[in-house]
């Protein structure tokens, strides 16, 4: 039998190896990211008490945007800290080219029939699609109509500026380059303009400190997507969104099985899950405004479009001649904009 | 009974747990900080030479030490009186005042930052005081400046400055207040004269802790000071575990740590010289 | 004489007094206002709040609504507790072994334990990643653990052995030559003497780890993820007010545990010591 010794040592590992979690994933558990503040505000609320409902999969949301999870997951070299990744256009190129995606099989997803043809392709799924314009607090300010409205008074002065980070802070600046000049990919015309109100302007701020930023009332207009007006809105802010004269911009978001993950049958149930009826209808309505993707959920009549097809109406960036000049305008901004 | 080279032992696991999860990870850092690529296969000092070719990452050590040393301002010019009355209360009171002093060192750091937000912010609490009484027409801006970053250091550096100076001042005899009075010197006087030189050990010790800790400060750099205020932490941050551009970031927290060290070695000396020992 | 004597002291009573007053406004203010900042009935933090309620307290405690703050919670409170008892026994062990040496190396060995008091945390966090990484290990509760343990030491070390200085020599000397072996001497006279001491140094250190931005930033991740961090992407985007309810809950908490320790272990003067 067993000493007393044995008995304590077996106890304290028992005791401890029931606190701490173990490397390997749990059994029905599933990383994913999402983009911080309405994304995972939605997919906190509504998907992940849906997963476990249907699948007993418990979701953990990684807040990420696009960029930092190609950073993450490259740095990982193989083992990918999350199972799914949520996905801009630009991004999504580099992160094909950087191999980071698991061969996707459209097939395996039951709800395949229900969403367009070609929104399912070697590499992932088409979830969603955004459109980027201006928000402002129409108690604070005047309505703007396009791009130059924000570098004039009374705009400039209570703007919020965010860099090229993410997707909607770069083609918002190449928008706004493109008004002074500019092009898609030459966006000093519009960095030399925001240099200039820069000494007035309300605030500067990481991507995802923004929305927090409006609701404090540090600032009263940016640019944003859609999704986070609706938030905003949802949380008792004044807050409207404006397409501006010169256009809106919009793209497609995605989402792909990371390579190197030990959850691929989990991933697959998670992404059927999310372009099914059920989630694409819970998250379509106000508070939350996604575009649906679902053939069998409706478009809402406060949604900037009528249904998908209209996509071709808005800008669309060419992605793959932005990606290798961004890591330099991140820089760029950072410099310009410091004190 | 053990001899001393036994009980000397007694240190050996802690001294080995230190080797591997501390002094390795840390001669680590040093050798990923000579590669040159960010997937650290080429070595080189391009990441070193990189770092301190751009002028702009000398601006940012150099804000980032000022603002170690203006947090030591303000904790010293309103911790220091604090310290003095704390000596003048009753046993009692005096309990109640530690008590005061450490409860913000057990408050989460983001707490305390948060707490800033509510104050400072455009609705802020300042704001909305100084908007009622007419003191302003229009709210001030005191987040993402350096004034409320400042600020708000201040308050959550506080702890750290407070009780090495109490502990060190309540060990001064109060019979030299008293026999410094006595030979007419003012009170000022006494306090420049007497009190300051004794409690020089306390008052480093303090400043080192205040400067360590508020120069790595990252959550209240960013939420408060915002993005335009660049500190290099948030350089170690966006290198790190944004660009992942590991050996870059690895130079920043080498540079962090040599030029904090640097000021700490400074500040010691010149608490050593002053004739105290300093516990830091 | 006399007379200028005392303008100088009104001034002295003046100055001085004004400025420990506003120390301690700055030290409690802030505190006071999150609190009442968390019963507001409204959608945003503002103060004075709108209308009081307990409605974001509510949604706290909520499991469906606010179980990842749970989560996080739990993950904080398991690495508190871990690295916290594995430091205990480690920095015990230590200071019993290197308190009674003067020799030069046990001094170095001392300031090199009591050095993640001053170090960068940010260097070390990224250290810790950098390293953990290259050995190839995934992110989890243990490497976490391990990283809180080393920033944590110092404050059971510095407890610890302000309690064993004050021990008298002679007390365990007149124990062994009693007969008491070594062993016996510490579990029965040493330990329980500078027990308190310990007990202040780990309930810092708990706090301390429940606190630590720097090393989690580095080495946590979405399963992993700490209170603190947790709050601090709340703050930095959607701005919940939910985060004053955890901070309304964490000062409380603090409040408490800080009343407890003052009766049973005197943590005030310790701390002071």
Redesign the interface.
């Known amino acids: 039998m067993f000493n007393r010794r044995q008995l304590l040592a077996g106890a304290a590992a028992l005791g401890g190896a029931s606190l701490l979690p173990s490397l390997a994933h749990a059994k029905g558990s599933l990383v994913a990211t999402t983009y911080p503040g309405s994304w995972e505000d939605a997919y906190r609320s509504v998907v992940a008490p849906m997963l476990k409902k249907k699948d007993d999969i418990t979701l953990d949301l990684a807040p990420l945007f696009a960029m930092d999870q190609i950073g993450k997951a490259k740095a990982a070299r193989g083992a990918p800290p999350f199972d799914v990744f949520l996905l801009d256009p630009g991004p999504r190129i580099v992160a094909i080219e950087g191999g980071l995606f698991d061969k996707f099989d459209p097939k395996k997803l039951s709800n395949l029939s229900k969403i367009p043809d070609g929104f399912a392709d070697e590499y992932g799924v088409c979830v969603s699609a955004q459109v980027v314009g201006i928000a402002y607090n129409p108690k604070k300010v005047p309505k703007p109509t396009g791009w130059t409205d924000l570098l004039k008074d009374p705009w400039a002065s209570r703007l919020g500026l965010t860099g090229f980070q993410t997707t909607f802070g770069t083609s918002s600046i190449i928008e706004i380059s493109k008004q002074f000049g500019g092009s898609l990919t030459n966006i000093d015309p519009g960095l030399v303009e925001l240099k200039k109100i820069l000494p007035k302007v309300a605030a500067v701020g990481l991507p995802a400190a923004m929305p927090g930023l409006f609701q404090q009332g540090q600032c009263d207009v940016m640019y944003t997507n859609t999704q986070t007006v609706s938030t905003l809105k949802g949380k008792g802010v004044d807050i409207e969104f404006v397409k501006p004269e010169s256009g809106a911009i919009a793209f497609y978001t995605t989402m792909h099985v990371a390579k190197g993950t030990e959850a691929v049958e989990n991933a697959y149930k998670y992404l059927d899950l999310v372009i099914g009826k059920d989630v694409q209808a819970a998250l379509t309505p106000e508070p939350y405004n996604f575009l649906p993707v679902n053939k069998d959920v409706p478009l809402t009549p406060d949604m900037p479009m009528k249904s998908l097809d209209e996509m071709a109406k808005y800008i669309n960036h060419d992605w793959a001649k932005i990606n290798p000049l961004r890591a330099a305008w991140i820089d760029k901004f950072n410099k310009e904009m410091a004190k | 009974m053990r001899s001393k080279l036994a009980e000397w032992q007694l240190a050996l696991p802690l001294g080995l747990a230190f080797a591997a999860l501390f002094l390795a990870p840390l001669l680590l850092l040093v050798g990923v900080s000579f590669y040159n690529d960010e997937k650290i296969t080429q070595l080189g000092v391009g990441s070193w030479s990189g770092f301190f070719g751009d002028a702009f990452n000398y601006k940012v050590i150099v804000d980032t030490l000022l603002l170690g040393l203006k947090t030591i301002c303000t904790t010293v010019v309103i911790g220091y009186p604090l310290a003095l009355v704390y000596m003048d209360l009753s046993p009692r009171l005096q309990k109640v005042l530690i008590f005061v002093i450490v409860m913000p060192l057990l408050l989460s750091v983001v707490v305390r930052t948060f707490a800033w937000i509510v104050v400072l912010g455009r609705e802020g609490v300042v704001n909305s005081v100084l908007l009622g009484l007419g003191i302003i027409s229009e709210p001030l801006k005191l987040l993402q400046t350096e004034l409320g970053l400042v600020i708000s250091l201040t308050q959550i550096e506080m702890p750290l400055m407070l009780l090495p100076l109490i502990s060190v001042m309540s060990r001064v005899d109060p019979n030299l207040r008293d026999a410094s009075a006595a030979l007419g010197a003012s009170r000022w006087r006494t306090l420049f004269t007497v009190i300051l030189p004794l409690s020089m050990p306390g008052l480093v010790a303090g400043c080192l802790l205040v400067f360590a800790s508020s120069t790595t400060a990252f959550i209240s750099q960013t939420v408060i000071g915002g993005v335009r205020l660049i500190y290099l932490p948030l350089v170690i941050w966006q290198q790190a575990l944004v660009v992942y551009h590991w050996p870059l970031a690895a130079v920043a927290s080498l540079s962090l740590m040599i030029s904090v060290m640097t000021v700490i070695a400074a500040l010691s000396w010149i608490g050593r010289r002053s004739g105290g020992y300093v516990n830091g | ?1 006399g007379r ?2 005392s303008v ?2 009104i ?3 003046l ?3 004004t ?2 007053l ?3 406004t ?6 006071i ?2 609190l009442l ?1 968390s019963f507001t009935n ?7 709040p709108q209308g009081l309620s307990l409605r974001w307290y509510e949604q706290l405690f909520d499991a ?2 606010s ?2 703050i749970h989560k996080t919670a739990g993950n904080s409170l ?1 690495i508190a ?2 690295s916290t008892g594995i430091g205990v026994v ?2 015990t ?2 200071t ?3 308190a ?2 003067r ?1 030069r190396l ?1 001094r170095v ?1 001392d300031g ?3 050095s ?9 966090g ?9 050995l ?1 290990f ?5 490497l976490m653990i ?2 809180h ?2 920033v944590t ?1 110092p404050f059971i070390l510095r407890t610890t052995s302000a309690s064993l200085s004050q021990l008298d020599p002679a007390l365990l000397d007149s124990s ?1 030559s009693l007969g008491a ?2 062993f016996y001497t510490l579990r029965r006279v040493t330990l329980p003497l500078i027990a308190p001491g310990i007990a202040a140094g780990a309930f810092l250190a708990f ?1 301390a780890s ?2 630590n ?2 090393v989690s ?2 080495l946590s ?4 993820d700490t ?2 961090i947790r ?3 709340m ?5 919940d007010v939910r ?2 309810a ?2 309304g809950v ?2 409380t908490a ?2 408490l ?2 009343l407890v320790m ?1 009766w049973t272990v005197g ?2 003067r310790r ?3």
Request: proline share 6%; no cysteine.
């Open positions: 004489m200028r004597q100088g002291d001034s002295y009573g100055v001085i007094g400025l420990a506003l120390a301690v700055i030290i409690v203010a802030p505190v206002i999150v900042t409204g959608q945003a933090i503002k103060f004075p469906s609504k179980g990842q398991i507790a871990w480690l920095g062990m230590a019993l072994g290197l009674r040496n020799a046990a060995a090199f334990f009591m993640p008091l001053v170090l960068p945390g940010m260097t070390f990224l250290a810790a990643l950098v390293y953990f990484s290259l190839g995934r992110p989890s509760i243990n391990a990283g343990l080393i030491m062994q072996s070594w706090m429940i606190d931005v720097p930033l580095f991740n979405a399963r992993t209170l603190p709050m601090w992407g703050m930095e985007s959607t701005l985060v004053a955890v901070s964490l000062i603090a409040f545990l800080m003052e943590i005030t701390m002071r010591d």
